[in-house]
Structures are given as C-alpha cells and as structure tokens.
C-alpha cells in the first residue's frame, strides 16, 4: 500500500465548476499537509498548507483535513481555464529525521474548459 | 517572497558527461533543501535532502557517488550528475526549506525544474 493515494484522474470539468481533489495516506504519524499547483514544465507551485483537521479558505480554494480518516481534500470554487494544472497532496511531519520529508500523491490532471 | 530559483531549465548532454545544477533560494536562507526526480505524467520522487555543511542523505535506491550533492551555503545547494546515460534524462527540481515563523511548520517552496536530457 503506498503512503499516500491519489486519483490521478484526468479530471475535466466545465469552467465555473466547484472541483474537489482528495487524497488518503495510510501513516498517522503525518502531521501536515499541503497541495501543490503544477503547470506542465514547471516546478509545483504550495497553495495551502494546514497542520490541523477541519478546513482552511484562501479565496476560491479549501483545503479539509480529516485526520480520523486519513482523508485530505481540495476543493476549487467557480473554477476557471487557469486553473488547468496537476495538482498534488503532499503530506510530511512524520516524525524524527524524516520530519521534514514530503510524501506526494501522484497528481491529479485536472481541465477545466470554457 | 520565498523564490526558489534552478539553473539551467533546461540542458542537453552527451553520454558520459557530467552535468551540474544549481538551487537558489532567492530571499530567504534554507538550511534545507531537497532534491526530487519527476518522469513524465508521474509524481515527485525524492532523491536525497541536502542540509547546510553537511553531507546529504539520500534516499533508497539512489546512487550517491552518481548524484553529487553540495549545500555549500545557506542560499545553494547543487546536484552534479556524473557520467549521464539517458536513462537519467528526467525533470530535476529542488525545493528550499522556509520555516513558517513562531511555532509554524517548515514548508518547501519548489524551484521551476531543470530538464536533463542525455542523448
């Protein structure tokens, strides 16, 4: 069983759509969490981060951590052409020397059209 | 705030060659940085992570005399790959350790990547 799983979709959705992105991980010990932005060619771009269950707004994105079940979400509001991108969990903290270390998900291609 | 800058983006080599890339954090200090391989349409795989002034930690699996890393300052860490086969031709990207403030969490913000390709 890997750490952590993702749909690796692909993911296309009608612009102005609301878009939801999860991922699970199997190791408690994982304190926080985070998603990434990547545009094809680039490096990931952090959009959230959170070290808490419950959920985090910034704009139209909200992060959601369920710890109980080990279940981490994204969710996009009103979704636009830009927002076309793989998007990745990354989860970390997990304690002693591998603190800092981040475990990513495999991404989810995600299309929005117009 | 919180750049991350890699050069080359991009380079192409011979076989047998060594190629070196750099990581900059541009505004801020990391005394951490990571370094992650990334094959098309798959995930970040981490290679190793480089700490300042001392010597990297690499990850199962990844040859240490063949990925050289230096953190030499706060601001640089370099991977020079030695002797490149094509089959080490990947997208390389680093990611700098940024600490959050008081009682925050470090976060790792990414550089663009460097795309290696060994003919």
């Known amino acids: 069983q890997k750490e952590v799983e993702q749909d690796p979709g692909p993911l296309s959705v009608p612009e102005g759509a609301i878009v939801s992105l999860n991922c699970t991980y199997s190791?408690?010990?994982?304190?926080?969490f985070m998603w990434y932005r990547q545009y094809s060619r680039k490096g990931p771009e952090l959009l959230m981060y959170?070290?808490?269950?419950g959920n985090k707004e910034d704009g139209r994105f909200t992060a959601q951590v369920d710890k109980s079940s080990k279940y981490i979400s994204l969710f996009i509001r009103d979704s636009q052409p830009s927002d076309s991108a793989t998007y990745l969990c990354?989860?970390?903290?997990?304690?002693?020397?591998?603190?800092?270390?981040?475990?990513f998900g495999q991404g989810t291609i995600l299309t929005v059209h117009p | 705030g919180a750049v991350v800058s890699q050069h080359p983006s991009w380079v192409i080599c011979k076989s047998g060659t060594s190629v070196k890339i750099e990581c900059r954090s541009l505004d801020f200090q990391a005394t951490t940085m990571f370094w992650y391989r990334q094959f098309p349409k798959q995930s970040l795989m981490l290679m190793a992570t480089?700490?300042?002034?001392?010597?990297?930690?690499?990850e199962q699996g990844v040859e240490k005399d063949k990925f050289l890393i230096n953190h030499a300052s706060l601001t640089l860490s370099t991977l020079t790959v030695t002797s490149a086969h094509p089959e080490d031709s990947s997208f390389y990207i680093c990611s700098a350790e940024a600490q959050r403030g008081r009682g925050g969490t470090d976060t790792q913000y990414f550089g663009p990547g460097t795309r290696l390709t060994v003919l």
């Open positions: 990354a989860i970390g903290g997990a304690g002693g020397t591998s603190y800092g270390k981040l475990t």
């Open positions: 190791n408690s010990a994982f304190q926080y």
């Open positions: 959170t070290y808490s269950s």
């Open positions: 480089s700490n300042e002034g001392s010597k990297a930690t690499y």
